[in-house]
Structures are given as structure tokens and as C-alpha cells.
């Protein structure tokens, strides 16, 4: 079975230029998080999304957002990228909404801001 | 709010060997769930381990164990018998419990690089 996906794997963009994200969840799965994590960081959570509803958001600005598909699907939007938005991010999907399951990470998109 | 320490950046261990990675968390919980995660170099995160806090046995898978001292809030990972495929950056996280109005987030901790050498 195909574990969490994201694309693109690397992708390099310039300062104000916006950047889109795409995670496919584990088949089964309806919850989608998103988590950033900067180098020698631990992950810092974004959003959570449940049934296409957001469920949970961290602190970060308004040029984020996300939204999920009937598909379970996810995409993040990050707007006016700044040299901070550096990191890689991280998509992780579980069963249930705030089940204590398994949360599933998958191998992230490395976002360089120039 | 709660936050999740871990004071030990880098660690090494001898091939074989026992190590015991750190980790402190506060929060005014009463209910919640614990993990470690290990990231490799290839970078997807998995879940090593993981302990609910209303159970007083530590929790344990293989080589891996813990040991959870809730008063003091303290969960230490111990990894015996080291491999060089346990090589990778260790995190410990925190999530509330549901009934605390979890949202399914994680609170993660610096990481800490372990290097397994043979």
C-alpha cells in the first residue's frame, strides 16, 4: 500500500512569490496535518484537516491556508513567500479526526525561499 | 501552553550498546499521549513508541522502551542492543488527550541526532 505522498519533493521560489503543496493521504485515511520544520527544528504543526473541515491551526500568518478534497486530499498555500518560509513541510495523515492512532508522516517538500 | 524539551542536541553510541535519549514536557494536563518519532536521513518520520499517560506501565516495542515518570514529567527513550540503522534525529512529542479538546496536533521537541557507530 502507498504511504503519504507530497509534491514536489524540492522546489525553489523567490521572496513574494506564492508556493502550492499537494499531500495524498494513506488510502482509508481522512485526516490531513501539516507541519513545518525548519532545519535542526522540531516539526511545528500548521493545520490539521478532517472530512474537508479544518479542525486545528497553529500560529502562523493568514498567507497560509489549506484546504482537503472529497478525496481526502490536501493542498497548503503559502502567499507572499518571505526568506523565512525556508523549511521542509511535512504532511501526516491518520484514520480519524483526533483518534490517539498512528499519525503517518510523509517525506516532506523542501520549500527554499531565495 | 504546553512545550516539549529535549536537552541533548547530538548522541553516540557503540554499535550494540544502550542509549538513552531525554526528554521533559510541561504541561497542566492531567490526560495525554506521549511519542517518540524517529526521522532518518531519508527524512519520513515514524513512530517508535508511544505511552498514555493514565497508564503506569512504560510502554515498550523491541529494542525500544521508555521510561515515563509523570511527576516529574520526564519520558526518556532507552534503545538497547544499538543498530546503525537506529541512526536518525529522535523527537519526542506531546498531544492532548480528546477529551482535553485535542485537535490532533503534535507539540514536538528540538530533536536530538543520534549516530550509531559501528
Known amino acids: 500500500d502507498a504511504g503519504v505522498t507530497q509534491s514536489p519533493t524540492h522546489l525553489i521560489k523567490t521572496r513574494g512569490q506564492h508556493v502550492t503543496l499537494r499531500c495524498s493521504p494513506i488510502s482509508g485515511h481522512k485526516s490531513v496535518s501539516w507541519y513545518q520544520q525548519v532545519l535542526g527544528q522540531g516539526p511545528q504543526f500548521i493545520f490539521q484537516y478532517y472530512e474537508k473541515e479544518e479542525r486545528g491551526r497553529g500560529n502562523f500568518p493568514d498567507r497560509f491556508s489549506a484546504r482537503q478534497f472529497p478525496n481526502y486530499s490536501s493542498e497548503l498555500n503559502v502567499n507572499a513567500l518571505l526568506l523565512g518560509d525556508s523549511a521542509l513541510y511535512l504532511c501526516?495523515?491518520?484514520?480519524?479526526?483526533?483518534?490517539?492512532?498512528?499519525?503517518?508522516f510523509g517525506e516532506g517538500s523542501r520549500l527554499t525561499v531565495l | 501552553a504546553q512545550t516539549v524539551t529535549q536537552s541533548q542536541p547530538e548522541m553516540s553510541v557503540q554499535e550494540a550498546e544502550t542509549v538513552t535519549l531525554s526528554c521533559t514536557y510541561d504541561?497542566?494536563?492531567?490526560?495525554?499521549?506521549l511519542f517518540w518519532y524517529k526521522q532518518p536521513p531519508s527524512r519520513q518520520m515514524i513512530l517508535v513508541i508511544r505511552q498514555e499517560a493514565y497508564k503506569q506501565q512504560n510502554a515498550t516495542e523491541n529494542r525500544f522502551s521508555v521510561n515515563f515518570q509523570k511527576a516529574a514529567k520526564s519520558f526518556s527513550l532507552k534503545i538497547s542492543d544499538s543498530q546503525l540503522g537506529d541512526t536518525a534525529m529522535y523527537f519526542c512529542?506531546?498531544?492532548?488527550?480528546?477529551?482535553?479538546?485535542?485537535?490532533?496536533?503534535?507539540?514536538f521537541g528540538q530533536g536530538t541526532t543520534l549516530q550509531v557507530k559501528p
Open positions: 501526516a495523515s491518520r484514520w480519524g479526526s483526533v483518534a490517539t492512532g498512528e499519525l503517518f
Open positions: 504541561t497542566s494536563e492531567n490526560n495525554y499521549y
Open positions: 512529542a506531546f498531544m492532548k488527550h480528546v477529551r482535553s479538546g485535542n485537535t490532533g496536533k503534535l507539540i
